[in-house]
C-alpha cells in the first residue's frame, strides 16, 4: 500500500523555536491526517486536513496540503519540551485503509 | 467517553500460548481497527472492522485471529506465535466512511518468547 514519507526523520530544536515536517504522499487523497505518539504508546490525532483544503489551523499547529505537489507540512510553533514526540502523517486514501509514513522524531530541548 | 480503552498492557507469552487482545470503545464508532507497530517503524494496518463485519484483512497469518463480539468490542486471539510477532498492537477506532480522524488506545506490548 501506498504510504506518506516525511522528511526529515529526525529533528532536535531549542524550547520556543518552531518545527516543521514534509509528508509527500503518491496518489489522489480523501484526507491527510497528523499523529503524534509518546514513547511508543498509542497515537493521538493531532489533525486532518481534506483534500479541497490548503491550510489549517489547530493551536500551535498549522498544516498546509498541496494536491499538484502532494505534499504536506507540519509546522509546530514555539515547541515546548513536551511536544517531543514521534509525528505520523497519514493518508486516507478513501478506501479505510490509513497508510503511515516513516514518521519523524522531535526532541525539543528546554 | 472519548477512549479506546486495550488491556492488557503488556504481556509476555510463550510459542505454544493461547492469549488474548481486548479493545473497547463507547464512542458510537463503527469502525474499528488493529495494527502492528515495531519499534521505530509506523504502525501496519493488520484488521479492519465495520459494522461488526471483517471488511479487510491486510493478509495477515492466520495466527492472529481478529473478532468483534458487538459493536463497542473488538478482540484479538492470538494462537502459536513467533518471536517476531513481538510488537506494540494498537486498536483504533472511528466513524466508518465519514474520513474522520482515528482515536487510537494506548496499545498492548506483546513480547513472544
Known amino acids: 500500500s501506498q504510504q506518506g514519507e516525511e522528511d526529515p526523520q529526525a529533528l532536535s530544536i531549542q524550547e520556543g523555536e518552531n518545527a516543521t515536517m514534509n509528508c509527500s504522499y503518491k496518489?489522489?487523497?480523501?484526507?491527510l491526517q497528523w499523529y503524534r505518539q509518546n514513547s511508543g504508546r498509542g497515537l493521538v490525532h493531532l489533525i486532518l486536513?481534506?483534500?479541497?483544503?490548503r491550510e489549517k489551523h489547530s493551536g500551535r499547529l498549522r498544516v498546509t496540503l498541496d494536491t499538484s505537489k502532494k505534499s504536506s507540512s507540519l509546522l509546530i510553533t514555539a515547541s515546548r519540551a513536551a511536544d517531543t514526540a514521534s509525528y505520523f502523517c497519514a493518508t486516507d486514501y478513501g478506501n479505510n485503509r490509513l497508510a503511515f509514513g516513516k514518521g519523524n522524531q522531535v526532541v525539543v530541548i528546554p | 467517553d472519548t477512549e479506546v480503552t486495550q488491556t492488557p498492557k503488556h504481556l509476555v507469552m510463550g510459542m505454544t500460548n493461547k492469549k488474548s487482545l481486548k479493545c473497547e470503545q463507547h464512542m458510537g464508532h463503527r469502525a474499528m481497527y488493529w495494527y502492528k507497530q515495531k519499534a521505530k517503524k509506523p504502525p501496519e494496518l493488520m484488521f479492519v472492522?465495520?459494522?461488526?463485519?471483517?471488511?479487510i484483512n491486510e493478509s495477515v497469518p492466520s495466527r492472529f485471529s481478529p473478532e468483534c463480539p458487538n459493536s463497542s468490542l473488538l478482540n484479538l486471539h492470538l494462537h502459536a506465535l513467533q518471536p517476531e510477532d513481538s510488537a506494540l498492537y494498537l486498536c483504533?477506532?472511528?466513524?466508518?466512511?465519514?474520513?474522520?480522524?482515528?482515536?487510537f488506545g494506548s496499545g498492548t506490548r506483546l513480547t513472544v518468547v
Open positions: 472492522y465495520s459494522y461488526e463485519k471483517l471488511s
Open positions: 496518489t489522489s487523497i480523501n484526507n
Open positions: 483504533a477506532s472511528s466513524l466508518w466512511d465519514r474520513g474522520d480522524g482515528y482515536t
Open positions: 486536513i481534506r483534500s479541497n483544503e
